[in-house]
């Protein structure tokens, strides 16, 4: 199986099953031709296993600058419109003088393992890819309900005005396909994010993940299970520091300018 | 934490919410109603209430589904039938499930509301000479229709059976679509589905209410005979009574919804029961996004209502009183709208004059 295929097929697995076994319900020979297909695109995965991989990212905090080089890739990479952001860092200015911090926190889609936003797609345009981890988007699929959006407790989805479909971070799998880092992990100038595959304990960010002891995801009360970690994230509240009498200042740098 | 911004959903939704549940309520109207049938307490103008229920009930969800439909980002980009990807999939997203159930809906509500229009071909034959190029079509066709008339009371006494389970569900379903989402802490506990159904069955009766006292023109005809309007009366009464008592279960229903929201997430303590949110503390984001949905759904029911009362009382005591009465309904809830959109509270002395209001509002509701 060529790449290309293995991909394909991979991405097919992830987001059609519950189509499939509609289809296979309801439509009968149509149902048969594409059962069978199936049967053997499973039986041609299991002639050659591969373990499959989990693409996660690692983001030292105590190493971003806050610079924003991230930010800039990411627009030029996917050409962003105007207004919107796929990925973007927060600068958070806390304490009460002279206790005073600042630090960052880059944001993208954390790729959950258990996604609300999958569950809640009434069209399946939205999948985790059983190959990599990474959580799709198909804009032809996509109707722009927005329903992914309110149901993602991290605010990563926007309409993309170009074809009215969601859109998000999908960790650059052009490029992670081939092998190549994303582009945000290859422009940070501080070396400040570490991408790879969580499955494979050999890799850097899985030793990295063991050896830390200061390593967080956002909200992991969600239930959701994130792939983005941070080392030394700051993750103030604004009503948490309000009732401790504690200076807090979030700067989104996106148009929403309150946090999510 | 959720900000307020976040909300990608818009008015369109907003009045979807609110146009489901009235044809969701007016549809279990009409079938309760009906399926109660001359022994229930209607007495002989069981059959008005129904027909006036069932053909209230489709117009709103096809409009509601339009402006849905309207709101998509797709539609936005010039894809206008992206939307039918809906039906390619059946899944247990209550986006899915409500797709399939409104488009069982609507179909099952128009044929339902077909079954109470009186077929006499004649009539329509008249009415069609008027315009030329559809009377052949009407010619042809009207008397065709009479074939179904033996069938047709067998057909809608089936309907509503079928009309009453499927507008609870429709209800139901509106809420489950909020609830469903963990990422909305405030949103996320099945009272709200509870919610939404009080509400619409609420919505319902009163879209009933008002529009029997805009369009019954009978009604006024024979307000003379004193039985006609003894039987009226008692509708009257029947309907404005359920109304209120589902008014009543729907504020019990906010008070368990915030009750469970201050034990689970905590944020109510920043703000009084009502949504009422101090100054200063009128960032309890939660709260505050709460506040503005259920005021924009409840903007457009409160409007709704008001409308209903107004009709009431000019009809019952076009006096002083009853414009007073009207001016009031409407100001308390556009305030009470406004209020949640902006999140805040601000001049003292118009929230006493609200109080003031509510109270005398339902005093004065008591004694219609």
């Known amino acids: 199986m060529s790449e290309k295929e293995s991909r394909s097929g991979a991405g097919d697995g992830g987001h059609n099953p519950k189509r499939r076994r509609f289809l296979q319900s309801t439509v009968g020979a149509a149902a048969g031709t594409a059962a069978a297909g199936m049967t053997a695109a499973s039986e041609e995965d299991t002639e050659t296993p591969r373990p499959k991989k989990r693409y996660g990212m690692l983001i030292d905090l105590n190493r971003c600058i806050g610079c924003h080089a991230c930010s800039v890739a990411c627009k030029s990479e996917f050409d962003v419109p105007l207004g919107e952001t796929r990925s973007w860092v927060e600068y958070i200015e806390r304490g009460n003088y002279p206790h005073v911090s600042r630090s960052f926190l880059p944001r993208l889609c954390n790729h959950c393992s258990e996604p609300q936003c999958v569950d809640v797609c009434p069209t399946g345009a939205t999948w985790v890819r059983e190959d990599t981890g990474i959580v799709h988007i198909d804009p032809d699929i996509c109707i722009g309900c927005k329903y992914c959006m309110m149901a993602c407790p991290y605010g990563m989805r926007f309409i993309n005005p170009m074809h009215g479909s969601a859109d998000k971070c999908n960790f650059c799998e052009h490029r992670v396909d081939q092998g190549v880092d994303p582009a945000c992990v290859q422009t940070c100038v501080g070396h400040a994010r570490i991408f790879g595959d969580l499955n494979d304990p050999d890799s850097t960010i899985s030793q990295m993940l063991s050896e830390n002891n200061d390593v967080s995801v956002l909200r992991p009360e969600m239930g959701t299970k994130p792939n983005v970690f941070y080392i030394g994230a700051d993750h103030s509240d604004p009503n948490t520091t309000a009732v401790a009498a504690q200076y807090l200042r979030i700067d989104t740098n996106r148009r929403q300018k309150e946090r999510v | ?368």
Request: glycine share 10%; proline share 5%; charged share 15%.
């Open chain 2, 1 to 368: 934490m959720m900000g307020y911004e976040d909300i990608a959903w818009g008015m369109p939704v907003v009045l979807y919410l609110f146009l489901a549940g009235v044809g969701a309520g007016a549809l279990v109207t009409s079938g309760s109603v009906l399926l109660r049938g001359p022994t229930g307490h209607f007495g002989r103008s069981y059959r008005e209430v129904a027909r006036l229920a069932a053909f209230i009930a489709p117009l709103p969800i096809i409009i509601g589904c339009a402006a849905l439909v309207f709101k998509l980002g797709s539609f936005h980009a010039g894809n206008y039938f992206r939307f039918l990807n809906l039906y390619t999939v059946i899944n247990l997203s209550p986006m899915s499930v409500g797709t399939w159930l409104l488009t069982l809906v609507i179909p099952v509500g128009l044929v339902y509301a077909a079954t109470f229009v009186t077929w006499d071909a004649n009539d329509y034959v008249r009415w069609s000479r008027r315009m030329p190029r559809v009377e052949p079509f009407v010619a042809r066709w009207a008397p065709r229709l009479l074939r179904f008339e033996p069938y047709r009371a067998g057909t809608q006494h089936l309907l509503a059976w079928v009309v009453v389970p499927l507008g609870i569900a429709t209800a139901v379903y509106t809420g489950v679509l909020l609830g469903a989402m963990p990422s909305r802490p405030f949103w996320n506990t099945p009272i709200v589905a509870l919610l939404f159904l009080i509400s619409s069955i609420s919505t319902g009766v009163a879209a009933t209410l008002l529009l029997r006292a805009l369009f019954n023109l009978r009604r006024r005809r024979d307000a003379a005979d004193p039985v006609n309007a003894a039987i009226e009366h008692e509708a009257n009464y029947l309907l404005s009574a359920t109304d209120i008592v589902f008014i009543g279960l729907e504020l019990l229903a906010v008070f368990l919804f915030l009750m469970y929201a201050h034990l689970t997430i905590g944020n109510v303590q920043a703000c009084r029961i009502g949504g009422f949110a101090r100054r200063g503390v009128g960032r309890a984001v939660l709260v505050r996004i709460h506040c503005a949905w259920i005021a924009g759904t409840g903007c457009c029911r409160a409007l709704l209502r008001a409308a209903t009362l107004a009709v009431r009382t000019s009809l019952c005591e076009p006096t002083g009183s009853g414009c007073l009465y009207m001016c009031i309904g409407i100001a308390r809830w556009v305030h009470a709208a406004l209020r949640g959109i902006a999140g805040r509270t601000d001049h003292r002395p118009y929230r006493h004059l609200t109080r003031l209001c509510n109270g005398y509002g339902i005093w004065r509701y008591s004694q219609c």
